[in-house]
């Protein structure tokens, strides 16, 4: 068959077709199968025990994450390459879809940490560590660790490996926030054996049934956070 | 855009060879101090913003997050790392001591203030051809951009090509200076199409592939370039097989290049970048100039070059078998059963050039990467492809690349999974 029948041939056929295609849904679910792949249905995560929950985070929080990787304060590959060309307006709905999702959480992690070690992560997530410069976790993510509106992230439901790497990269520099970087500073703050202790604290705790985020505290937080609006 | 400028290799010895026997007979080029103004213009700057937005200056001179113009952004290439300038009006760090003539002269003769050669990372072999009231607008334009006294880190570049001077022999052999010259057999949209696709547009840079010492095979203009380092396959303009233009309906081809999507194509990679800063901005008429130029290419046939490894035949059937299940398995619901897609939101796959190339990179890095097409005026909210390089592995990857570029009709070759091993490290940003 010569080519130009051939060409012929497929237009004909893909015109026949196109008439018998559902009509694709114009909906955010659908648009964002790109996000879902790796963050789980309706992002709730999958079982893969890195990529971390982004339903139900708070909105603020989502949408700095994806300016922050536009703009290189975040360097994930695969999360710089979604977002480097999308404009604010959609970065701002991705967030707000994300954000609005509610769903059950599955049971947390099982964990290998010692009595001692458990009591430290505890203290460390409750308490903080004054001599060391490190405030208690809650203040700033709420007191069920649920997050804290407007734009701090709930820490429970997520995977160890994904709260270490965070933690770390915040340490080196590999992760920023917006000026002054208030969790930069807990991170350098905190000490390697702390950060594994924090990190795998966290991952075993449940999370508690009022899973939304805080409301936004009403007294100064103990550090600046130049990701919070001014 | 001009990441993929030269190859190593024979480049030592052949240009101490060349320089040792012609470096003293060079003609520099006389250089002509044009009087010509903007002064025609009725708003400059206006005029030069515009024209900045269709060169693209932004994307190569600005850093990620970094302040607009003010360089920093680091163009990987085999011969070492450019690092783009800062061209806001600052004193230091700037183009602020520059004239307009010296700015001219940047662009039309890939000359610096103090007479240096330009590395052609800088297109100016494209940029050449800009007039000189356009580039007295871009010159008025970038005068009002906020100065930032900043000045980005030197280029890391390996021996030789940190002699700048060499590059005079560069200009010797593969530059000629001069301004777009109209064609009078051809009207004056085609024109104007001509002028924006060779010299703003500088689409050479990236589709024109290069010989051994950088220069452009302009025997084969827009006649398609692997892109070295980002690892991404330009595709031919001119190549039937590959992305010639000239099939598209007129309407199809503007809405891909102002919008990012049509209804036979979607633009992704380097090219979603393009879209995303440059061409959705520019005013229909000129998108539609371009591509009537583009069409009105004549054919070519030379498909550029593919050292990928290729498919055994004993394992052509069982690839198949196994890429048609995948197909189903994933791929059917947004590509439809006879690979007819659900066009703008998902490209067809039947009959679609974009995954026939000789090079299966772009089929391999989207089945890999997915993503998103451009983010447009005329498209805001883009449906995304999943990313299936944490869930495939190497040869269920090929074994779908191979049955999308083989099936409803497609004649493509297959893949081989070395293919796609060597791909899926490379970082998709």
């Keep these: ?230 | 855009m001009s990441h993929a400028i030269f190859r190593p290799r024979l480049i030592v010895p052949l240009l101490i060879l060349l320089l040792a026997g012609v470096w003293f007979w060079l003609p520099g080029w006389q250089e002509e101090v044009s009087t010509a103004t903007a002064g025609n213009v009725a708003d400059p700057v206006a005029r030069g913003r515009y024209l900045a937005t269709a060169g693209d200056c932004l994307a190569c001179h600005t850093a990620r997050g970094g302040a607009p113009y003010a360089g920093g952004r680091v163009l990987q290439t085999a011969y070492g790392d450019f690092v783009t300038p800062n061209i806001t009006p600052a004193t230091g760090a700037g183009l602020g001591s520059w004239s307009a003539d010296d700015f001219w002269r940047a662009l039309h003769y890939g000359r610096g203030k103090d007479g240096r050669f330009l590395y052609p990372a800088f297109p100016y072999p494209n940029y050449t051809k800009i007039n000189r009231a356009d580039s007295d607008a871009l010159y008025a334009y970038l005068r009002t951009i906020a100065p930032v006294e900043q000045r980005p880190a030197e280029h890391q570049l390996d021996f030789p090509y940190n002699q700048r001077s060499l590059l005079r022999l560069w200009q010797a052999l593969y530059f000629k200076p001069g301004v777009y010259q109209a064609d009078a057999g051809q009207n004056a949209e085609w024109n104007r199409g001509a002028y924006l696709v060779q010299g703003l547009g500088h689409c050479g840079a990236c589709h024109t592939s290069r010989d051994r010492l950088g220069g452009p095979n302009l025997r084969l203009e827009l006649g398609g370039s692997l892109l070295a380092v980002q690892d991404w396959y330009a595709p031919s303009l001119t190549d039937r097989q590959e992305a010639h233009l000239a099939q598209d309906s007129r309407e199809d081809l503007v809405a891909l290049l102002s919008t990012g999507v049509s209804h036979r194509h979607a633009v992704f990679g380097p090219m979603a970048e393009v879209v995303y800063r440059s061409l959705q901005h520019l005013d229909e008429p000129d998108v539609h100039a371009m591509a009537l130029y583009l069409q009105s290419l004549p054919p070519t046939s030379a498909p550029v070059a593919s050292d990928n490894p290729v498919l055994p035949e004993h394992e052509k059937l069982a690839m198949q078998i196994r890429g048609k299940r995948l197909y189903q398995d994933l791929c059917i619901n947004c590509h439809g059963k006879n690979g007819e897609g659900a066009p703008p939101a998902y490209p067809p796959l039947a009959g679609n050039r974009s995954l026939l190339q000789a090079n299966p990179v772009n089929v391999v890095r989207m089945v890999l990467n997915g993503g998103f097409p451009p983010g447009t005026r005329g498209n805001p909210r883009p449906y995304g492809m999943p990313p299936f390089g944490p869930s495939l592995n190497d040869r269920e990857v090929a074994a779908v690349a191979s049955y999308i570029r083989t099936a409803w009709g497609n004649r493509g070759e297959m893949v081989a999974p070395q293919a796609v091993e060597r791909y899926r490290t490379v970082p998709a940003d």
């Design chain 1, 1 to 230: 068959m010569s080519r130009f029948w051939h060409s012929i041939a497929v237009g004909l056929v893909g015109m026949l077709s196109v008439g018998t295609v559902a009509a694709v849904p114009d909906t955010l679910a659908q648009r964002l199968q790109a996000c879902t792949a790796c963050h789980g249905a309706q992002g709730k995560a999958t079982s893969d025990g890195y990529y971390p929950r982004i339903a139900g985070k708070p909105a603020d929080y989502l949408y700095n994450q994806l300016i922050h990787f536009r703009d290189g304060r975040r360097n994930h590959p695969a999360m710089v390459y979604m977002v480097r060309n999308q404009p604010e307006a959609y970065l701002r709905e991705i967030a707000q879809y994300f954000s609005d999702q509610h769903l059950p959480y599955p049971a947390p992690q099982a964990g290998d940490l010692d009595a001692r070690a458990s009591a430290r992560g505890e203290q460390l997530v409750r308490k903080g560590d004054a001599a060391q410069g490190l405030p208690a976790c809650m203040q700033c993510h709420g007191p069920r660790l649920t997050g804290m509106l407007p734009a701090a992230p709930g820490l429970l439901g997520l995977p160890r490996d994904y709260l270490y790497a965070q933690l770390s990269n915040w340490r080196n520099g590999r992760r920023q926030a917006a000026t002054p970087d208030c969790m930069a500073r807990v991170a350098k703050a905190l000490s390697q054996d702390d950060l594994v202790t924090v990190a795998s604290w966290l991952s075993t705790q449940p999370v508690p049934v009022e899973s939304q985020p805080a409301v936004a505290a009403s007294k100064p937080l103990p550090l600046a956070c130049g990701s919070l609006p001014q």
